[in-house]
């Protein structure tokens, strides 16, 4: 049967097939193999991805039981961190399964119900990143300074001589900045996520200006300094959201 012979292609190794893979090699006519994909499809003996191509149950199943795996061993292991990169797992994912392009498999994942993208990664649907009861108190406390001080921010080390050794003060950094509730410019440079939206909404109204978006003219918006504008600008671009052109950003 035409089923057969196009499951055993894609289940004989973990890899995807086009279309037009599977009909060379088999010598069948374009309805003949699209009907065959739809029923392997609906039995779920086979998955097509958001590329078209399609995989077996068989390479589903290893994708899928890999990256819950990876995914586990990562949140047990960066428990204040809200996602993996994306680019980390797909380099676990190359010893399931044999992709010419892994970009679509995290929407697979997420389509299976095995994992959740977010815009800096991915996880597992059930983690979540939460502060310990006793670091809650600080935890509010560090955020509403960091809020009141919007560009002229204090550095991370002052605030641990207000706090016993076991309230972790660069490890609650790190969690509100996963949280979305601070954005961490550099190791050593928090800003509070609404100075941030604010830094951001000034870079738009620059780009429309003559001078255009430099470190200077955000520097003068915010009412900053360099040591907070060219952080700012280098996030910024890090994370896709401005465009650098010579001396110039421009949003994205």
């Known amino acids: 049967m035409i089923i057969e012979a196009i499951y055993k292609i894609l289940s004989e190794t973990n890899a995807e097939y086009t279309p037009e893979e599977i009909r060379k090699a088999l010598e069948l006519s374009p309805a003949e193999m699209d009907e065959a994909l ?12 958001a590329n078209g191509a399609y995989i077996s149950d068989r390479t589903a199943t290893r994708l899928i039981d890999t990256a819950r795996r990876v995914l586990t061993a990562y949140h047990r292991k960066n428990p204040y961190k809200n996602t993996m990169p ?8 190359t010893r399931a399964a044999t992709m010419k392009d892994f970009t679509f498999i995290a929407d697979f994942l997420q ?17 979540q990143v939460t502060l310990p009861e006793p670091w809650l108190q600080p935890a509010e406390e ?3 300074v960091y809020q009141a001080a919007r560009f002229d921010p204090p550095m991370p080390g002052n605030f641990q001589a207000n706090y016993p050794r076991d309230i972790n003060v660069m490890a609650i950094l790190k969690i509100l ?30 780009a ?18 360099r040591k907070i504008s060219t952080p700012l600008l280098e996030y910024m671009d890090a994370k896709g959201l401005t465009r650098r052109i010579g001396d110039k950003r421009l949003p994205v």
């Open 38 to 49: 739809t029923r392997l499809v609906k039995d779920q003996r086979a998955f097509v991805l």
């Open 86 to 93: 994306i680019v980390d797992l797909n380099a676990s994912l």
């Open 111 to 127: 389509v299976q119900g095995i994992a959740v993208r977010a815009e800096d990664g991915i996880r597992l649907p059930e983690h």
């Open 142 to 144: 560090i955020l509403a």
């Open 177 to 206: 900045s996963e949280i979305k509730k601070l954005v961490e410019l550099t190791d050593q440079v928090y800003i509070s996520y609404e100075a941030f939206e604010e830094a951001f909404a000034c870079v738009k109204q620059l």
């Open 208 to 225: 429309g200006t003559p001078e255009g978006v430099t470190i200077a003219t955000l520097r003068d918006a915010t009412q900053s300094t």
